[in-house]
């Protein structure tokens, strides 16, 4: 199958155009272990296909890519997988991590004979923690969602929450009474359109959590990138 380490990964895009000038990169897709962080798999080599976005609420969207692999044998590629999307934009720059998630589903295809995977950016994880009976009265919406995650959330993810970095800021707006009894992101997208329709989700980058005014610069937010191999 040929997997790719990390730094010689193929480069996709080279002799294709972007507006102008060439826009050749070099991309990394890599697996990780949910629970020890350590590397299960490069995907970059057998990567056919790749698309993914980012979105206002999340952060992180969805990831599909292609793999030409065999389907009685395509590796280590599991459910609740960690995925990260790494490109390096120029020769000799860093590395940046684009995107950052979790496999939910694996579709082998006959007809190709490839592996469809697809990834959920990890906001998406909130949807499996459960923020029981809680009721908050006269607190600013953001100190809310601080208590979601530092109690909730922060505990059953990879999802982080670094004080000192100051990315859950306040939005100006109090809540007179909210109660919750359901998931953590239904919690947050409740509380992200009581403030004002606010701005949240996890960074590709470092894993951290941010909520922020609408009209603060909230990271970037790219309407989809798609890659694909020429031929």
């Not at 607190?139 to 505990?155: Q, R, S």
Request: with cysteine; proline share 4%.
């Amino acid at each position: 199958m040929g997997y790719a380490p990390l730094g010689t990964s193929v480069k996709l895009g080279t002799g294709r155009t972007l507006g102008a000038p060439e826009f050749p990169f070099e991309f990394h897709l890599v697996l990780k272990e949910p629970h020890t962080d350590a590397t299960i798999e490069i995907l970059s080599n057998d990567v056919t296909s790749l698309s993914y976005s980012f979105v206002r609420e999340g952060g992180c969207g969805s990831l599909d890519a292609e793999l030409k692999r065999d389907l009685r044998s395509y590796g280590l590629v599991g459910v609740n997988d960690i995925l990260e999307f790494w490109m390096v934009p120029d020769k000799g720059k860093t590395r940046v991590r684009e995107w950052l998630g979790y496999l939910e589903p694996i579709n082998p295809s006959l007809a190709s004979r490839s592996l469809r995977i697809h990834g959920r950016g990890l906001s998406d994880w909130l949807g499996r923690i459960v923020v029981p009976q809680k009721t908050y009265n006269s607190t600013p919406v953001h100190e809310i969602v601080i208590d979601i995650l530092d109690n909730y959330v922060v505990k059953k993810s990879k999802i982080k929450r670094t004080a000192s970095m100051g990315l859950v800021q306040s939005v100006g707006i109090t809540a007179t009474t909210v109660t919750f009894n359901s998931s953590a992101l239904e919690a947050i997208t409740t509380l992200g359109v009581i403030g004002g329709n606010a701005v949240w989700g996890v960074r590709a980058k470092d894993g951290e959590f941010y909520f922020q005014s609408r009209t603060s610069n909230a990271d970037h937010f790219l309407a989809e990138g798609v890659l694909q191999t020429p031929g």
